[in-house]
């Protein structure tokens, strides 16, 4: 998975560039904490950083140990490979377990069909970001943490849970539902005679109450939100991709659902005796995220906000792996028979509905060319399966998937999806932004604060605090009407939407100079073509003190 992803060109969204990179996107937000404590001359006194730090105390602790030790880069790429272990192993058990004689065709299908899918699953990234973030190692242990659920491995599960909770707090809640619901299980089905069922019911309650200290001290020490109304308001505003299903199109609304629905298929690959666990579990995630889903997207009263606001979308990063099995739910499990057809038809049907949403990486996903010859290929496979005594032998069902799975590939191909490149684990990769911000880091004193354009990457490469940042978004209360009236100073709050519109480059010298006396700021970014405002800016006592460097063109200017 990491090989594929690394090559991958998809980036997240289409704005970050393929494989795997450090020191952009969630990086400009997450960062800048543990850094600080490294440096205490870095970010100095920037208001986002003191009034809203984020959650994630974990990923400030990684920071500041790879900060202090000179290599940022490394700290967090071996985050990121601790993530794709849990993928690995989360992978093998699962495909071991439900086809045992095939785990190999199994695992390495949903590896390659992984890698592809879109990075964001109902609303929620996924294992296919190569970039390390606490969302994403923590979605990988999730994985692991419900395959060692459903393969009866449960001390194992009890062990990584609390670990989930110490990556990722949010996540950590997840778990604690996931726990109460097994352990509850574990209760009225266990055999009152047999110690190891009462060891384990024991082990999962420890865990509960382990992971569920390890979430109340996250959620105490860092609160995510002031109230649930200010996460609503901010999901419809800034992150509706995310956390705003009733703003989604309808595409987006079908294969969201249909992710759902490929997850739930996999009850078909689940033994008689782990059903109760799969419903605890796999089953219950999917339901409870329809629910939330459909709830929000119709406006229902009360429990559509209450959804939203309990950010009932982080359960798409629990469904997304199950999801991917239950694409090939019809090549492993369907019959020859109208059982079967029903199985095969409903995860076709739930595939061509994903394969719709935009950020595949394949050519014309939903193209008649590629489709068709799935269909043809998933029906000769489940033939092939169902008559294995007519001569037709494991070799021929193997080729069967790998054709399936050949069709994929034959397509990201023809996309250009994939560039065999070398891995980059550099903190900040853009040699010359690095080396921008480090000029600006020498001539800009800490402690002062930058007034710039509130999308521009300024603060991370420049270690110096900014009025206000795009990336930088409370999750409510007082600091989140802060930012937006910092925002607006700036320009406006459409610099921070698609189509991003650049009102900070249409400032006039006047509202710049207001801007920053504001906010007691005296030095500011400029843009190479607001150079016509310099000699307006110099009548009100500002100067150039330091000029674009190569491809960034930037001037910083200061009152000083």
């Known amino acids: 998975m990491g090989i594929l992803i690394n090559f991958g060109n998809q980036g997240r969204g289409g704005y970050m560039p393929g494989g795997y990179n450090a020191g952009n ?63 690995g192993f989360a ?41 390390a973030v606490p969302a994403v190692v923590g979605g990988h242990m999730v994985y692991l943490f419900l395959a060692y659920l459903n393969t009866g491995r449960f001390t194992a599960a009890a062990v990584v849970a609390p670990l989930i909770a110490v990556v990722h707090v949010q996540q ?17 089905t266990r055999d009152r005679s047999e110690s190891l069922g009462r060891s384990l019911w024991v082990a999962g309650l420890s865990s509960l109450f382990v992971t569920g200290a390890i979430v109340v001290f996250g959620l105490t020490f860092r609160p995510i939100a002031a109230k649930l109304q200010d996460f609503v308001e901010i999901c419809d505003v800034m992150i509706p991709y995310h956390c705003a299903a009733h703003l989604w199109d309808l595409p987006l609304v079908y ?23 799969w419903t605890a579990t796999v089953g219950l995630a999917g339901v ?19 959804f939203q606001g309990t950010n009932v979308y982080r359960l798409g990063a629990v469904v997304f792996p199950f999801a991917i099995f239950g694409i090939l739910v019809g090549l492993f499990r369907a019959g020859w028979n109208w059982r079967g057809a029903a199985m095969a038809q409903a995860s076709f049907f739930a595939l061509f509905l994903y394969l719709g949403q935009f950020a595949w990486q394949l050519k014309h996903a939903t193209s008649p060319k590629f489709v068709l010859p799935l ?51 550099t903190f900040i990769s853009n040699a010359d932004l690095k080396a921008w911000g480090k000029k600006v880091e020498a001539t800009v004193p800490p402690g002062e604060q930058l007034l710039a354009a509130p999308q521009w990457i300024v603060k991370t490469p420049s270690g110096r605090g900014v009025v206000a940042d795009c990336k930088d978004v409370p999750y409510g209360g007082a600091p989140w009407q802060e930012w937006q009236q910092r925002i607006s100073d700036l320009g406006g709050i459409d610099q921070c939407k698609l189509p991003y519109s650049q009102t900070y480059l249409s400032m006039s010298a006047q509202e710049l100079d207001s801007a920053a006396a504001k906010y007691s700021v005296e030095y500011a970014v400029l843009d190479i073509s607001q150079k016509d405002k310099f000699e307006d800016l110099g009548k009100l006592g500002w100067h150039e003190v330091l000029e674009p460097f190569n491809d960034i063109n930037y001037y910083v200017l200061s009152k000083k």
């Open 25 to 87: 996107s969630d990086h400009l937000v997450l960062s800048t904490l543990g850094i600080h404590w490294a440096d205490p001359t870095k970010f100095a006194g920037d208001w986002f950083m003191e009034a809203s730090p984020q959650p994630h105390w974990f990923f400030d602790i990684i920071t500041f140990l790879g900060a202090s030790a000179g290599n940022l880069g490394a700290a967090y790429f071996v985050f990121w490979v601790a993530g794709l272990v849990s993928f």
């Open 91 to 131: 992978t093998a058990i699962l495909s071991k377990h439900w086809a045992p004689n095939h785990p190999w065709l199994l695992g390495l299908a949903v590896t390659f069909l992984m890698s592809v899918a879109p990075w964001s699953s109902v609303g929620t990234g996924n294992a296919m970001i190569a970039f």
């Open 172 to 188: 950590g809640a997840v778990i604690c539902i996931f726990l109460i619901a097994v352990s509850t299980i574990k209760w009225f």
């Open 255 to 277: 294969s969201s659902l249909a992710i759902i629905l490929l997850s739930l298929l996999t009850w078909s690959f689940v033994g008689t005796k782990d059903r109760w666990i």
């Open 288 to 306: 409870g995220l329809a629910l939330g889903l459909l709830m929000d997207n119709m406006h229902v009263p009360v429990l559509g906000p209450l």
């Open 375 to 425: 269909v043809v290929v998933t029906a000769a496979v489940i033939y092939i399966r169902s008559h294995r005594g007519r001569g037709l032998g494991p070799w021929a069902f193997r080729a069967g998937v790998l054709a399936f799975v050949g069709l994929f590939a034959l397509n990201a191909v023809a996309a250009h999806a994939f560039t065999p490149r070398g891995l980059n684990t």
